[in-house]
């Protein structure tokens, strides 16, 4: 076994994309005294068996900015290091089937617009000229984004890794973090199978495992939990291996799954409203690359749904089906930054779509650590946002209902009820009985207009039933 080196500026806790992405970046800012630790090989956890999707289509700005970093990066990587990283610059479009969806399509095209990636709203006309085998009944529009795709989502990692090391920094595999603790002069002492390194930075990049490593400093209860995801992968399809082009991308939010061309057969992954989470009890350490069971009970209806709307799935059997854990959080967004309460303790986990994210978290992670700031504004990604005052039973509630959204069109102004309400203060009934409709804000109801009593907000891109309650407050 390699001993490990005993001092180093920082150290990260992980390999998986996020902690090697941030390794690779952190050489680019200028750092090369710097190490990564992983229990077992690169990829092992969640990312080794990820689907890979890298979409566009994203409706905040700061986000956007990471995720088309993401995407330019894993298409130049094998220039730059000889690592070829398996994208797929086949484009993505998102159906649309009701007036808000096209209204929502225009507010994220002006984002796209904003940060240059570009995107189209089309007609269903149009979508056949692009995608020939998806059935148009009850679509009205959809979203294209030529420039995105889908990347080898181990190929990426081993891209960057070897990025890293051409940088100066050092990768040590199969060696197990075991304990973390801050010594009286601030730096921090990393206890591991093959000895302890003692730095300046920790970086808890566990993926699965951040709240065992977050428990090792303090941290308790870090909201990051496992859900469990499937997709499923066919055989080959004659009519697939007669295209020349690759076909995009497809999100169907009827279906609520992604479905996509897999070398010549089509690969379908749904986010069940039947949702489930798992390991909430702690993560084995001995948990590694390995699958879970598939449960295909729970996912049978989107399924159904989905090969519907690309009927070429019920000509060709099943070959593979991957079903395994994957990290959510209650609003959906990463943990990328300080850890609340610690000096030069450090968050990169907790991704949802860790494939797409993984380049432009580590880039913008490794300008706040290297320059106390980064290009973007990283408040949404703060992990500071939940880490002092969310509990357990409230994590597991939102993230498992944020699984289910993740192709449900967000509303303006939209306040889910689900896990509330956490922290209220003494007038909260009071003006609940007096008409005020309440958004959570860091955990605290905040009354954001009074109605009628039991009113609730009709959510719409235009003006909704509060306009003319405010419109009197005013």
């Given at each position: 076994m390699e001993k490990i080196q005993s001092h180093t500026k920082l150290v990260v806790v992980g390999g998986g994309i996020?902690?090697?992405?941030?390794?690779?970046?952190?050489?680019?800012?200028?750092?090369?005294?710097?190490?990564?630790?992983e229990k077992g090989e690169l990829t092992s956890g969640s990312t080794w068996h990820a689907?890979?999707?890298?979409?566009?289509?994203?409706?905040?700005?700061?986000?956007?900015?990471?995720?088309?970093?993401?995407?330019?990066?894993y298409k130049q990587l094998e220039k730059e290091t000889g690592q070829a990283t398996g994208f797929h610059e086949c484009g993505s479009l998102r159906l649309a089937y009701k007036k808000e969806d096209i209204d929502w399509f225009h507010y994220v095209k002006?984002?796209?617009?904003?940060?240059?990636?570009?995107?189209?709203?089309?007609?269903?006309?149009?979508?056949?000229?692009?995608?020939?085998?998806?059935r148009l009944d009850g679509i009205v529009a959809a979203f294209h984004t030529p420039?995105?795709?889908?990347?080898?989502?181990?190929?990426?990692?081993?891209?960057?890794?070897?990025?890293?090391?051409?940088?100066?920094?050092?990768?040590?595999?199969?060696?197990?973090?075991?304990?973390?603790?801050?010594?009286?002069?601030?730096?921090?002492?990393?206890?591991?199978e093959n000895g302890d390194i003692t730095c300046e930075h920790v970086v808890n990049a566990a993926g699965s495992f951040c709240p065992e490593v977050g428990e090792m400093v303090g941290l308790k209860?870090?909201?990051?939990?496992?859900?469990?995801?499937?997709?499923?992968?066919t055989e080959s399809h004659p009519e697939i291996e007669k295209l020349k082009k690759e076909l995009p991308v497809t999100r169907d939010p009827e279906a609520s799954a992604y479905l996509r061309q897999e070398g010549k057969g089509l690969l379908i992954g749904p986010y069940e409203k039947d949702a489930k989470a798992w390991a909430l009890d702690g993560m084995d350490w001995k948990f590694d690359?390995?699958?879970?069971?598939?449960?295909?009970?729970?996912?049978?209806?989107?399924?159904?749904?989905?090969?519907?709307?690309?009927?070429?799935?019920?000509?060709?059997?099943?070959?593979?089906?991957?079903?395994?854990?994957?990290?959510?959080?209650?609003?959906?967004?990463?943990?990328?930054?300080?850890?609340?309460?610690?000096?030069n303790f450090w968050m990169a986990c907790a991704a949802s779509v860790g494939i797409a994210q993984g380049g432009g978290i580590g880039k913008y992670l490794a300008q706040w650590i290297?320059?106390?700031?980064?290009?973007?504004?990283?408040?949404?990604?703060?992990?500071?946002?939940?880490?002092?005052?969310?509990?357990?039973?409230?994590?597991?509630?939102?993230?498992t209902d944020q699984y289910t959204r993740m192709y449900v069109t967000p509303m303006p102004s939209e306040s889910i009820d689900v896990g509330r309400p956490m922290k209220t203060t003494p007038i909260y009934k009071?003006?609940?009985?007096?008409?005020?409709?309440?958004?959570?804000?860091?955990?605290w109801e905040k009354p954001i207009w009074f109605g009628k009593p039991g009113m609730k907000e009709e959510y719409s891109f235009k003006r909704s039933n509060a306009f003319s309650y405010v419109q009197k407050e005013c």
């Open positions: 996020l902690g090697v992405s941030l390794l690779y970046h952190l050489t680019k800012e200028g750092w090369k005294d710097i190490v990564l630790i689907a890979g999707q890298c979409p566009h289509m994203v409706g905040s700005y700061n986000l956007a900015k990471v995720h088309q970093h993401s995407t330019n990066l002006g984002i796209m617009d904003n940060v240059g990636s570009p995107a189209e709203i089309i007609s269903p006309n149009e979508i056949k000229k692009i995608h020939p085998f998806i420039e995105d795709g889908h990347t080898d989502p181990t190929s990426t990692t081993n891209a960057m890794a070897k990025g890293a090391r051409n940088g100066g920094a050092k990768i040590y595999r199969k060696n197990r973090v075991t304990n973390i603790k801050q010594l009286p002069s601030g730096e921090w002492k990393v206890f591991t209860d870090v909201p990051s939990i496992n859900m469990i995801h499937h997709y499923l992968v690359m390995e699958l879970l069971e598939p449960e295909l009970d729970r996912i049978e209806k989107h399924l159904e749904i989905g090969m519907n709307r690309i009927p070429q799935f019920k000509d060709v059997g099943i070959k593979k089906i991957i079903c395994g854990p994957i990290t959510h959080t209650p609003d959906d967004n990463f943990f990328a930054g300080p850890a609340p309460g610690l000096k290297v320059h106390g700031d980064s290009e973007i504004n990283m408040l949404e990604f703060e992990p500071r946002r939940y880490m002092s005052w969310v509990t357990k039973k409230y994590a597991v509630e939102k993230s009071k003006l609940k009985d007096m008409g005020a409709v309440y958004l959570d804000s860091y955990g």
